[in-house]
């Protein structure tokens, strides 16, 4: 199930439980009734089982995919479980009451307002958080809410695997180690050897593969990027811009569109200065946090790291521009 549609139900759930407990005070608390109450007493009752038909079918898919899921929980899934199991709790025994002891209907009240006190809370730990993370922003997050992985090393191998075994067996391709730069420009050649035997995303999801399983180490220790090469970038000349513009052709294009919002590979970079925030962390758009991303990516992308200072320099100059 995918997290739109789960939001869309959980969304549903807890407008049940609202109708619920309006009708509940309706009925209840006042001494003459405005509406019909043998109507909305039955519309309580339909609504009631349509409550307990969707907390089933809901979690029937979460729980397919708690037992499915790799590794530890979060908190907030841990609470978020905690709460649906106690709304599952306090539930049955207000089913019990109403179908079985009916003598202990007296206490049937309370029981109500804690089902909707804890479907309010299942439904702000699901989709409440969801849907606050989509008004921030935080891309990251939505992508790991919705499980969806932008660019999985096992696509890339299972590439690897297929597409390039076409010309030559793989042991050319394990018997060395290139860095990621180096690899991505591997590729390229490949892919201009024959055209159309392999999409300029496949070429990236290849890359990135190759860099994390065949990487050279070339990046690490390197000093941090000077304060001043930072307020230089703002008085940088247009040889630097397209020097940097050279090497994100050379090097970016692969996964990155510079002229477009749509996803390549990884997010598109129009506008990536300009916007308050980073398309796929939801980081604000500094030049320490792009630099952060080519040096120590946050997911999928390959460390650039390896450039040097001067030339990442570069880069950002040109991606002032976009
Ligand atoms: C159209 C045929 C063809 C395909 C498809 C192909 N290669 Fe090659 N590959 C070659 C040829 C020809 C050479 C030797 C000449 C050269 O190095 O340019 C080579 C050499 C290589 C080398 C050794 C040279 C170097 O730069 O280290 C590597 C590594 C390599 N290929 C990786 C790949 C990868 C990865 C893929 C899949 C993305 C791929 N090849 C797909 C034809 C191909
Ligand atoms: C092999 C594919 C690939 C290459 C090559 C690549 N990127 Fe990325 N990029 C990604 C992916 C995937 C993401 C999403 C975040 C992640 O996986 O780290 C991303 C995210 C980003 C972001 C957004 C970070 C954020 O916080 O939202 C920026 C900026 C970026 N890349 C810049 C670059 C630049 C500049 C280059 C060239 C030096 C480059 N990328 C090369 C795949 C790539």
Known sequence: MTVELKSFLSIFFVLLALFQFWSMFELLGRKEHRLNPRLLRRLHQVSGYTFVALYLLI?????????????????????????????????????????????????????GLVVFVLALGVG???????????????QYQISKLSGQARIGPVSGAALLDEKCTRCHDLSRVFDRTKTAEGWVQTVDRMRELL???????????VAAYLAEIRGARA????????????????????????????LFTSICVYCHYPDRDEDKVGPGLKGLFKKPRLPFSGRPATVENVLSQLRNPIDKMPSFAHLGDERLGTILAYLQTL
């Open 59 to 111: 979690s029937y898919y979460c729980l397919r995919d708690f037992a499915a899921a790799k590794g530890e929980v979060s908190p907030r899934g841990t609470l978020h479980a905690f709460v649906a199991f106690a709304l599952f709790v306090v539930l049955a025994l207000k089913i019990l009451i109403i179908r079985v002891y009916k003598q202990l209907k007296g206490g049937v009240r309370q029981y």
């Open 124 to 138: 702000a730990s699901s989709t409440g958080y969801y849907y606050l993370m989509r008004a921030t922003g935080n």
């Open 195 to 205: 055209p159309g035997w392999i999409a300029a995303r496949e070429g990236g999801l």
């Open 219 to 246: 990046s690490e220790g390197k000093p941090r990027f000077v304060a001043s090469a930072l307020t230089a970038l703002n008085s940088v000349d247009s040889t630097t811009r397209d020097a940097g513009h050279d």
